[in-house]
């Protein structure tokens, strides 16, 4: 069985070297692929305190051994870098068919390095790997970069890129692929700061593992166990479009930058409601989960406006901090996000905190460029993402992410900053959830919902125990969940994927991909998982971080929670004898509510006839 | 094609004369089977005026055309009478396997007349009809009832029993099949008042069809189609053991007697919680759903209780009238209610009544035996559960159903009686589902949840259009749902399966079964429906029903109903320093957060030891 350790492509956009390396078998063993080769990598090559921002951080792509096989949920990919946003370690994950098509082209690293002098993309075939002049899609969005890509370079082209808010250094630009985002800790400005446009790959099917038979056989056997698995077949139906009817009902919708756990229209965001502006659905290369699901906005202000998506993180991204329910709103937003290649979750998270600043006066008209910035109103916000990916005006504020922002300001201003190490918080409230809420504290990254969900507390999941979601005891949970996402996303394993029922076969699945047995042990995936978390608070603690950042913003510390009534509240049947006389009438019924003759003919019932006459005296 | 329209089997109970008929084309063209049936003879052989629980009433069972088929939700069966409890037409239907034995059998309809002088049963098989001596198992309960008639006759045998609440003529004793029952209407107390202990069937498969060959196709295509239905799986994996997840987050649980729309506790009852006491589960006649969860309460006062069920209804039967969120005294109670032969519904919403009549005075501890009925505490229920079935002190009252029970006391007691025409409501609040509760008022039995079920309103279902659900304005709907409902179960077609994509196949399995290809036009169907809501319509008038009785409670219209603040009301992250103690020691770092050199080291992270100890100091 030969080994399989993985490719490394090296590019230095300042020197315009090419590189490729082969991953040590050490390196594999220990870390797997994907989040641990980012991380391992990272940490080696990585100068402490050196600017996110500047030619010396370097940008990793990574897919995972499983990458661009039959398999399915396995061809994730991530970037990783040190965050401009946190200054701490960044991995966000991505979807779609890029994480495939490096592997198609041979790689499982793409490690940029330096700094072009131009806007440049990057070109990688099979035959080799050109740095190109992007002067004619810098500035454009991202639709239109991919666009220009494939076009140029054939439909066998799959493409990551940054769109305007990559380009401007917006702290939380994302890398966009397709319509699918690396969205979080801002990994799209390190691209912009590298004047990086893009990454595209032209390849066809080519894959490489150590045991193609063994793998073949348990990729069928993954298939399998998955097509019936209810959690599966739930995620194919739903995506995450309806779990704001779980966080709502149980009040940890984040409303009014966390304020409210709950929404008081909730019932016009519900998960059916989107379903009725559903027009289709995308998914990651071979899975048929197919979870991002398509929406159109038929009429009104935003008519036309068209996502995939808006994914759960984003509906609540741009209803909940602002106290909106409108759908339309939403889908206009995430599309907007996904054009212009910004992370949600930390645009809405700003523009939250940009409304309740204006709400207590901190910020005036005069600061809004005359945005109303008034709860409820949609409109302002669909306008402030726009000026935060293009630094205008107060977007160039809240372009710095909420602890900057609030740093800059009066002192007030910070109480308001909802953020773990500079990262604004996801849509699941941590007083309501309180592992997942400790979850945000310590992960490497800052406020990730992902980076150890705690369905304990969610959906009630029972391992390694059920929790209580208001007790603070659960430390150990909270740890189980980071170190299992660990090596989980050294797979890349898409996070739904592990309520699917095949996590058993994962550990001899890499085995087959690589050639290397240990990775069979559950146990020994668990070390690795722990040894990649503490390798990433490792370099954390090299960049200056220890328990002082471990913290949850002030006010989730200080002020309770405020739930909602239920939208029932109050109600009352009012008008009766009105349902009556129209029922009758519909029925074809008396008013006194005896069917009329001529009913009772029509249906063929004549021998009726005689006790409804009467009846009617 | 032979034309296949079903046979009934005659008994008369007073006479002991047994006969067959076979079923008029006529008939089968115009109400196809099941309930179109059970109103089609009730109507034509019922007198006006007759005490239904005297000689003259007769009960009558019935499964449909498909019953006994490879066809799955097919095979359910229904009792139909006039209701003890109502006055009015009484249909309650049942699972298991007796509606497929009765086809066996070779039977459609078994029509029960006259009364016998002694407790009997009747035992049914291929080869004839005998009426023998229950002496034996009078008195006993379903489980003995159904054991003991095993014994005696052999495994091929299925049975529909009353137990002791029948017996003693309770308004809503039920008829029970194995751990099904045909529950509403007090058709347990028809049967009851007829000395009839049970009816028990000895057959092998065997199965008459029209055109065998194009049913079998259609049914192959029917499983086809439900087998990857999302609506089916999910129903396969919760039964409607978590229904209660969405009632109580809108605010649509009934709580204290139809007071409050949610529980305070409602997280304990929470369809996870129950998945935890869940040791199987056990289904009907040729259904893979197999949505009857089994549960088993394994320590605490119930320990040992054990439970097909509690489904959602009674859940919410034995938690929300009292205010209970005692998962274990819900399973115990409902296990007495199938052993006692009791409506689930009707007993829990007799015993809601008795509560607040006790907390409002007008029951005192010397008139309830001296049982405390203050909200919470569930011992008294469950007590009061058995004194209902044997009719003993309160029970008796109770026994009587909220309506006469109110009757029978002081004025100020109506008020408390939630009811429509004597039939206690079900687990959705009208107030909070109008449409709904309307179905409620309309309905041809009384206050059923699956007369006419507003999916619209609870699930926001989209056909014939969708609902706000505090609308009054919908009677097309509740018209729609009642119609569509009733040519269901002509099938007998499974409530449930109605959102699992075959209903167009209906039609075409009908025409196939019977012969008669007019079935096969969707409209036709339609007008099926409308026919026997109408013809049901006609025998409540003829027996005094009008407009005076499509009436809500007084409570829903004169009360508005209040919910509750969601659990997390109130809550803070207070603990954040003990956490991270804890959470730091388990990840093996100091108080600082820093990984120990020993864990680095264990980890094999030995080249991060120097980053760590400059950060130490």
Known sequence: MALNTGKILRVNLTSGKVNTETVPEKIAADFIGGRGYGIRYLYEELTPGIDP?????????????????????????????????????????????????????????????????????????????????????????????????????????????????????????????????????????????????????????????????AYDKLAREQVATIRDNPGFLNHKEWGTTSTQDVTNAIGIYPVRNFRYGQLTDYEKIAGEEYRKLRVGD???????????????????????????????????????????????????????????????????????????????????????????????????????????AHREGIGNLLAEGTMRAAASMDKGAELYAIHVKGMELPAYEPRGAKSQGYNYATASIGASHCYGYAAQDIFGSPEPHPTDRFSEENADVVIYNQDNTAWHECGVACAFSGGWGWMDLFGK??????????????????????????????????????????????????????????????????????????????RGWTKDGIPAPEKLKALGLDFALKDITKSRK
């Open 53 to 213: 921002l500047g030619d010396k951080n370097k940008l990793l792509m990574l897919n995972g051994p499983l990458a661009g096989t039959m398999a399915q949920a396995v061809s994730r990919w991530m970037t990783c870098t040190r965050s401009p946003l946190t200054g701490a370690f960044a991995r966000s994950v991505c979807g779609a068919d890029f994480g495939a098509w490096m592997k198609f082209a041979g790689y499982e690293i793409i490690i940029i390095e330096g700094k072009a002098d131009r806007p440049v993309y990057i070109h990688l075939t099979t035959e080799g790997c050109r740095i190109l002049d992007a002067g004619e899609i810098w500035g454009k969005d991202t639709k239109e970069t991919q666009g220009w890509l494939t076009q140029n370079h054939g439909k066998n082209t799959r493409t990551a890129c940054i769109g305007p808010a990559g380009e401007n250094l917006v702290k939380y630009a994302a890398v966009v692929s397709d319509r699918r985002t690396a969205g979080r800790c801002g990994t799209g400005a390190v691209m912009g700061s590298k004047n990086l446009k893009a990454v595209a790959i032209t390849a066809q099917r080519k894959i490489q593992l150590a045991d193609p038979e």
């Open 282 to 388: 995308m998914g990651c290369y071979s899975c048929p989960a197919r979870c991002g699901k398509v929406h159109t906005v038929k009429s009104g202000t935003y008519a036309g406006a068209h996502s995939e998506g808006p994914e759960y993180e984003s509906i609540w991204a741009f209803t909940g901090p602002i106290e909106s329910s409108s759908i339309e709103a939403s889908i206009a937003a995430d599309q907007l996000c996904d054009d212009l290649g910004l992370d949600t979750i930390s645009t809405g998270g700003s523009i939250g905190f940009a409304y309740e600043l204006y709400e207590k006066g901190l910020l005036k008209k005069s600061d809004t460029d005359g945005l109303e910035l008034i709860y409820g109103k949609h409109e302002p916000m669909v306008a402030l993402i726009k000026k935060i």
């Open 509 to 586: 699945m890499v085995a087959a991909a690589r050639g290397i047995d240990k990775y069979t042990d559950n146990a020994y995936l668990a070390k690795v998982g722990e040894r990649m978390f503490n390798l990433e608070r490792a370099f954390n603690v090299r960049e200056g971080f220890n328990r002082k950042q471990d913290t949850l913003p002030k006010r989730l510390l200080t002020e309770p929670l405020h739930t909602r009534k239920a939208p029932g509240e109050g109600q009352i049947v009012s008008h009766q004898d009105e349902f009556l006389d129209k029922y009758y009438r519909l």
